[in-house]
């Protein structure tokens, strides 16, 4: 059984999840976890925040070209 998610399998995921365990022991997953969580809230906010920009500058430069357009 794979998952779509990078092309890993069931045991890969679980030989990753062993390394983490031995890495950051059972008491500092849950740090580690929640840290991540952030640090990916924070990167979507950018992204969606960039996205933003670039869609509103793109209905800003529209609009100018529109009005000089009617002017003549």
Do not use: N
């Given at each position: 059984?794979?998952?779509?998610?990078?092309?890993?399998?069931?045991?890969?995921?679980?030989?990753?999840l062993?390394v983490?365990?031995?890495?950051?022991?059972?008491?500092?997953?849950?740090?580690?976890?929640?840290?991540?969580g952030?640090?990916?809230?924070?990167?979507?906010?950018?992204?969606?925040?960039?996205?933003?920009?670039?869609?509103?500058?793109?209905?800003v430069?529209?609009?100018t070209e529109?009005?000089?357009n009617?002017?003549?």
């Open positions: 059984m794979y998952t779509q998610f990078l092309f890993i399998s069931g045991p890969e995921i679980f030989i990753v062993i983490i365990l031995l890495l950051f022991g059972s008491k500092k997953i849950p740090e580690v976890a929640k840290g991540l952030k640090g990916l809230k924070e990167f979507k906010k950018a992204t969606d925040d960039i996205k933003k920009e670039i869609t509103d500058t793109d209905i430069k529209d609009v529109i009005k000089k009617i002017k003549g």
